[in-house]
């Protein structure tokens, strides 16, 4: 049984997104964490800036994994730290060759029970059909990860494998080939309970899905393309979380919006609220330049009842996205402690 220790909560603006203090010492092996990402400058370099992956770099901080350091970036973040019953394999190293790639994790794990957080740290031309990925388990001792048809290694990747006891993991490929589709799930999810994981190959922010329940049989995708696009998804049911989600948009004249939630959330300093895949769809562009700061959508509580959709400047168009508030209402024996914000010296 999953039996959670902590909850850490913090807020940062970091112009490196290094060594960002946790505020406690944490087991990692027994630990994940979750952020919501909002870039505050332009990049130069074409592509390669989209994979924001947290990963920890000790037992009391973490970074924000991507090609470069000299981005400024709004950081939400979380880390759920657990006595038992959660074991997190934290999986680095550089990809192989080959369209197919497998990497070890280092152990056997019960699929029916895990999901893979985080990717890539270097994009190598990101926004190339050819070169995106979406992963999965290849074995229960491998993940398997498919590009679009790129053959080339040696990038850099940062995965976390969670291996959560109580949780039942549903998971499966996909092809979208129109601007709304479902996936069937079998059997039927708890719809509160269940959190959405996707990835897919993608070359524009338009073509790549924004998932959620239709039902408790039906995962929804809806995007702006109707380029045909292949992916991965985790439904993963949570029996000690409360999931709330919805669907909105942020107008081409708006960078913030208020959003309501419904039910209120119990507890704020144990709800986490963020969008997946952390960019919003139906915009167009790639990775590089002003495009960054128009799709990359930091969210925030701002109440039991209200969270916030921020991006640093207006698009022409409109960009969707679907919002996720993960709220821990298990045990009332697990400490939340907030340490927002912390600035980090360096």
Not at 332 to 337: E, L, P, Q, T
């Amino acid at each position: 049984m999953a039996a959670l220790a902590n909850i850490y909560k913090g807020s940062t603006s970091n112009a490196s997104a290094t060594g960002i203090s946790i505020g406690a010492t944490v087991v990692t092996a027994n630990s994940f964490i979750l952020a919501s990402v909002k870039f505050e400058s332009d990049t130069s370099a074409t592509d390669n800036w989209c994979p924001v992956t947290p990963v920890f770099t000790s037992t009391s901080t973490f970074d924000i994994k991507m090609r470069s350091y000299s981005q400024n970036l709004s950081i939400q973040w979380v880390v759920y730290e657990y006595t038992s019953g959660v074991t997190a394999y934290h999986v680095t190293g550089t990809y192989p060759t080959g369209a197919t790639k497998t990497i070890s994790i280092g152990a056997t794990i019960d699929q029916g029970k895990s999901f893979i957080l985080g990717g890539p740290k270097y994009g190598a031309g990101y926004f190339n059909a050819s070169k995106f990925t979406y992963t999965y388990f290849a074995s229960n001792t491998q993940i398997g990860v498919t590009t679009g048809g790129d053959t080339s290694g040696g990038q850099t990747y940062y995965y976390t494998v969670v291996e959560y006891d109580d949780a039942v993991v549903q998971s499966g490929t996909f092809t979208l080939t129109g601007t709304s589709e479902t996936q069937t799930l079998s059997p039927a999810v708890d719809e509160d309970t269940t959190l959405i994981i996707t990835s897919q190959i993608a070359s524009s922010w338009n073509e790549i899905g924004q998932w959620d329940l239709s039902s408790s049989t039906l995962l929804r995708s809806r995007r702006g393309s109707t380029t045909s696009r292949a992916g991965h998804y985790f439904a993963i049911e949570f029996p000690d979380f409360t999931v709330t989600r919805g669907y909105d948009n942020l107008s081409s004249s708006q960078t913030t919006k208020t959003i309501a939630v419904s039910p209120a959330m119990s507890d704020t300093t144990k709800a986490f609220a963020m969008i997946s895949p952390n960019f919003a769809g139906n915009g167009t562009g790639e990775c590089s330049g002003s495009t960054v700061r128009r799709a990359f959508v930091e969210m925030a509580i701002n109440s039991t009842s209200q969270i916030s959709a921020t991006r640093d400047v207006t698009d022409s168009e409109q960009n969707d996205f679907v919002w996720t508030v993960f709220e821990y209402t298990g045990a009332a024996s697990a400490k939340a402690k907030d340490f927002a914000p912390f600035f980090p010296a360096g």
